[in-house]
């Protein structure tokens, strides 16, 4: 349900934030690999991101920082299990796409949940993603 999605995906940004070692590093590679197959049913790769959010209600456009909110905290906590095999690397650059397109949302704080609480490394690779968007 649609009115569900702001309260779930902030359940999950939560989850995606903790960080217990390496004991769960299977369950939250499940979590966000069964995430990612129905954010693409919920919102498909092809859509063009800042144009949903400009046209989007208030609900909708939470959801893109909300959104924008687990992918980043999902990543400074578990990006390294998602680097660590080829099967998950399709489903990490997929949310990476996803990450990439709402940092094109002319909204400066949506812009700021995309950079601040990734590292500089991070940022760079960011950076250089949507430089190749342009080639």
Known sequence: MPSYRNLTLQCLTEVA????????????VKMYTFFMVQLQAILPPT????????????????????????????YKSHIRVLESTQDNISALLM???YLINISYVDD????????????????FLLCICRMYVYI
């Open 108 to 123: 400066t704080e949506v812009f700021k949940v995309v950079i601040y609480p990734l590292s500089l490394s991070f940022i």
């Open 47 to 74: 859509t063009k991101i800042p144009e949903a959010y400009a046209n989007g209600s208030s609900e909708e456009q939470a959801f893109i920082q909300n959104l924008a909110l687990f992918f980043t905290s999902f």
């Open 17 to 28: 934030a903790l960080n217990f070692g390496d004991f769960y590093n299977m369950q939250y």
């Open 95 to 97: 949310g990476l796409e």
